[in-house]
């Protein structure tokens, strides 16, 4: 499995659909600050409108992607940027709720969902801009990214058995191929995706995502890139303010953070499986990072109350 592969299938991400809005004439529609761990998304499906963030103004058109890594809060807006209130209809549609306008025929039609990677992945959500805003009309290196877009679309208006997996399965690959193109791209150049993109430091990275329980060293990670300890140390240095070390640990720590909200292993074993032979280490290692220690952080996040060890 690739380095970016396995990140994905470490964080547990889940991903829904909320609403489709069709909207026609004058309208605004006002998005507040998502919580921690949630990046909101819009998939633009006919029509334009303008998206508001903070004092930034963008125009967006059908066929475009946009996601919030920040849970930032926005603003989308009729094309002319129109500010009045206007009369809406909210009904279930499938598996979603339909929000429409009065007017009789719909000239903007939109799919809004959210991507849940919880609080523990700082890491890789600060690797990402503020806003991320992907055109993929009329491009043919896009075409995978705009039939997923259609897809979840079409599944999120089905009643259809099975349908959540679905949903849940397309939400994990339209976040992948996003971070994918991104990378790609050449928009990433500095954190947590850049280093995954560095030929030189990569194979570290990938060795402490697949092994996070190894007792990883400067002198290991350089080895296992080929280079000399000064080296690797200076080539990570150009792509992310973090040491080497310090990204293990925030490695760790999200793992941790993951295990202690969805599943019942002992912090004790969890702490084994992030590399740490005493609960005291970590303990003070965790609430170093998180602000809280397993046991409380388990508790505020709604994590499993058995402790069974497995």
């Known amino acids: 499995m690739d380095s970016l592969s396995a990140l994905v299938a470490s964080m547990g991400l889940r991903g829904r659909v909320d609403l489709l809005c069709r909207f026609a004439g004058a309208w605004s529609v006002p998005h507040p600050e998502a919580p921690a761990g949630q990046v909101p998304y ?4 006919a029509g334009k409108g303008v998206l508001e963030v903070g004092r930034e103004r963008r125009p ?3 066929g475009d992607l946009v996601l919030f890594p920040r849970g930032s809060a926005h603003t989308m807006r009729h094309a002319d940027g129109a500010t009045l209130t206007f009369a809406e209809v909210r009904r279930p549609l499938g598996r979603i709720v339909e929000v429409a306008s009065e007017a009789p025929h719909s000239e903007f039609d939109v799919l809004c969902g959210t991507f849940e990677l919880g609080q ?14 992907l055109h993929t009309q009329g491009r043919d290196d896009y075409a995978g990214l705009h039939a997923l877009m259609h897809t979840m679309r079409h599944e999120s208006l089905q009643a259809s058995p099975g349908g959540d997996a679905v949903i849940a399965h397309l939400s994990a690959a339209l976040f992948t191929v996003v971070v994918r193109t991104l990378m790609d ?3 990433l150049r500095q954190g947590l995706l850049a280093l995954l993109m560095d030929a030189r430091v990569a194979p570290a990275l990938a060795a402490v995502i697949a092994a996070p329980a190894e007792p990883w060293t400067l002198e290991r990670l350089a080895d296992v890139s080929r280079m000399s300890r000064a080296s690797f140390a200076r080539h990570f240095a150009e792509l992310s303010s973090m040491t080497p070390m310090e990204v ?3 490695l760790r720590m999200d793992l941790a953070a993951r295990l202690l909200r969805e599943t019942p292993r002992s912090i004790e074993l969890i702490g084994e499986a992030c590399g740490y032979v005493s609960r005291a280490a970590f303990g003070q290692a ?3 990072v998180h602000g809280a220690s397993p046991a409380a952080f388990r508790r505020q996040a709604g994590g499993a109350a058995s402790t069974t060890k497995v």
Do not use: D, I, N, Y
């Open 120 to 133: 523990h992945h700082a890491l890789l959500l600060q690797a990402l801009p503020e806003v991320v805003h």
């Open 248 to 250: 293990v640990t925030a």
């Open 42 to 45: 819009h998939v633009v499906l």
């Open 185 to 187: 791209e050449g928009e």
């Open 60 to 62: 967006f058109v059908a």
């Open 286 to 288: 965790f609430k170093r």
